[in-house]
């Protein structure tokens, strides 16, 4: 089963935080581990600084990123909200 959470551009304990940092949180939280214990980290999938630099660029251009990282499908809009999918039998 898959699963899906979406946020809207906090972190798990109410503070803002950038697209990257989210991401961690919420895939640990989903996989019960602590974040820094994901592997590979994030930054070996992709550059958090550049992910984190197209939600603070807010040129009212939209758009949305995607990529598969630690088992899960990431979307990140580009107002700062993320979409993380578990990856399902079917995407393999």
């Known amino acids: 089963m898959?699963?899906?959470e979406q946020t809207d551009g906090e972190s798990p304990s109410g503070d803002?935080?950038?697209p990257s940092v989210r991401i961690?949180?919420?895939i640990a939280r989903l996989e019960g581990v602590d974040s820094v214990d994901l592997s590979?980290?994030?930054y070996e999938v992709l550059d958090p600084e550049a992910l984190d630099g197209m939600v603070e660029d807010d040129d009212d251009t939209g758009g949305?990123?995607?990529f598969g990282y630690a088992g899960y499908r990431v979307?990140?809009?580009a107002d700062?909200?993320?979409d993380v999918t578990e990856f399902g039998p079917e995407d393999h």
Request: proline content about 19%.
């Open 2 to 4: 898959a699963a899906r």
């Open 16 to 18: 803002p935080a950038p």
């Open 24 to 26: 961690v949180e919420e």
């Open 40 to 42: 590979p980290p994030l």
């Open 64 to 66: 949305r990123i995607t």
């Open 75 to 77: 979307a990140v809009d």
């Open 80 to 82: 700062g909200g993320i």
